[in-house]
């Protein structure tokens, strides 16, 4: 019976720490959402509202490892439950905000906290999680990044009735409930010592001398080269070139999104069926290359267009939680919080990198072109695939 209690005590925690992600993921969304409005009251130019967009990605291209590094020194605990009351206030801030200025600080504040959280929250999981139950949740973990950014995208029909203020409002007040929760619930983790401290160099140099670390760091960059090209553009897509209207491009876009975050489900059941990882992550990969040609050819209908987008994301959702169950399998306990820093900061250096070089190609060379960028990408991606595919196969899911 005690057995019983501790596994459902185990899978309600592992529940809850996803929904910090998903929480997390939504003050990145909400600016999706609200940015038209933003633009208009505050008289924003293109430039800054791309910074705003992009800020959250620009600190996770910069300070991903690092931060890992910070949340193996103060415990994955403390940095979830600091990141949440850290976003809490800069949406807090954000909600006030009457300039640019003062947006642009807000929306820095909630990146520092959201990076903390969603470094912590998989290392956290690591630890709650059990047996199989870990690999499903790792695979689950994927999820928080669609799932949060959809649910914004379906608020926008509501939003001028609601005020993008007060969606910033609920979001700080939603994000502080959650910490109070967390340091409740999830067990208190041991501060480092003075000799951990001192071995942070020594484990960064180690990450980074990891080749599993590496690649999975590569390989995860990879994914979200493609994904943001495809994601952040198919509204862009929709509207602009399909003469679908804005709402109906914005629903769609908030279908396709949710698509990726089913293909997480499904490699969270994968990952814990024993399902090999390398073949999740390549068909991942692959579905770019195989997909692209028709979604960008621009002779089919927004309809078709939005299913076979949706389609391969659903496919490309095969990755995330591959990768996150494939780090505690392949590098030791003490490198996984700045391996998974160092995924993030190449998923960061990604999206941040994807758009721009779509839109780049894209001007030049039109729609139709993409799929010679793409290509390549995928090349790589499975190069780097093939090479972890030895260890892989070699490390078994905890059972």
Not at 141 to 161: D, E, H, I, K, S
Not at 259 to 266: D, I, K, L, S, Y
Not at 351 to 364: C, D, S
Not at 390 to 399: C, E
Request: one cysteine or more.
């Amino acid at each position: 019976m005690m057995m019983g209690e501790e596994k459902q005590n185990s899978i309600a925690r592992a529940l809850y720490l996803l929904l910090g992600g998903i929480i997390s993921s939504a003050q990145l969304g909400k600016a999706f959402v609200a940015m038209p409005l933003l633009k208009i009251e505050m008289n924003l130019t293109i430039t800054i509202v791309s910074f705003l967009i992009a800020t959250f990605a620009t600190l996770g291209a910069l300070f991903g490892m690092g931060t890992g590094l910070i949340v193996k020194r103060i415990g994955s605990r403390r940095a979830l439950i600091l990141g949440m009351v850290i976003m809490a206030g800069g949406s807090l801030l954000g909600a006030s905000a009457q300039n640019a200025q003062m947006m642009m600080i807000s929306r820095i504040i909630e990146g520092v906290g959201f990076l903390s959280a969603v470094i912590a929250i998989p290392d956290l999981i690591g630890h709650v999680a059990t047996g199989k139950d870990r690999n499903f949740f790792f695979g689950l973990w994927g999820t928080f990044m669609p799932t949060g950014t959809a649910l914004m995208l379906l608020m926008g029909p509501a939003l001028p009735l609601i005020g993008w203020r007060n969606l910033w409002l609920s979001q700080s007040l939603l994000a502080l409930i959650y910490a109070v929760i967390a340091a409740i619930i999830l067990p208190v983790s041991r501060l480092a010592s003075n000799q951990d401290n001192l071995r942070l160099i020594v484990i960064a140099r180690a990450v980074l001398a990891s080749r599993e670390s590496v690649l999975l760091a590569v390989i995860f960059g990879l994914y979200t080269f493609q994904y943001f090209i495809l994601a952040g553009f198919l509204p862009v897509i929709l509207v602009s070139t399909l003469h679908l209207p804005l709402e109906q491009a914005t629903l769609l876009t908030a279908g396709v999104v949710a698509a990726n975050a089913g293909g997480n489900v499904c490699a969270g059941l994968l990952a814990r069926a024993g399902f090999p990882l390398w073949v999740s992550m390549g068909a991942s990969i692959a579905s770019y290359a195989l997909l692209s040609p028709f979604i960008y050819s621009l002779g089919i209908s927004a309809g078709a267009v939005a299913a076979l987008a949706g389609l391969n994301l659903w496919i490309a959702g095969l990755l995330p939680g591959s990768v996150f169950a494939a780090v505690p399998r392949l590098v030791r306990a003490e490198l996984v919080p700045p391996t998974i820093g160092l995924v993030q900061q190449t998923s960061n250096i990604g999206q941040f990198i994807g758009p721009v070089a779509a839109g780049f190609f894209v001007n030049i060379y039109g729609w139709p072109a993409i799929p010679f960028l793409i290509v390549p990408v995928v090349l790589l991606g499975l190069s780097a695939v093939l090479l972890l595919r030895p260890r892989l196969s070699k490390t078994q899911p905890s059972t």
